[in-house]
């Protein structure tokens, strides 16, 4: 099967610890590990603890004020059109009726 790449850049630092932690990887499973295998391993386990990683990397997420409330709530308009919550999935998730899953 051939597969298309993507190329994702990152600062030196981080290409460090990418291969600081593929030798650990490669190490611990008597295997060698491809940065592909690795990365895709990393996302998996932080879409798995997707709360905890976001809370820890980016903070925890706080409530709007209310004042910041009122701003978002002042920039929503009705447009005059009428939409069913099929169509609202449709254009969100490509199909409808389907919804992601978390």
């Given at each position: 099967?051939?597969?298309?790449g ?50 820890e ?32 999935d ?13």
């Amino acid at each position: 099967m051939f597969r298309l790449g993507t190329t994702v850049r990152v600062r030196a630092e981080d290409k460090e610890k990418i291969e600081r932690l593929r030798a650990m990887a490669t190490l611990a499973s008597g295997q060698k590990v491809s940065q592909e295998q690795l990365l895709g391993a990393v996302l998996d386990d932080a879409l798995s603890h997707r709360e905890s990683f976001l809370a820890e990397t980016f903070g925890e997420r706080k409530p709007l004020s209310g004042k910041e409330f009122e701003k978002l709530l002042s920039l929503v308009s009705d447009w005059g059109v009428e939409t069913s919550s099929r169509e609202i999935d449709e254009i969100l998730y490509g199909r409808p009726g389907h919804r992601r899953r978390n």
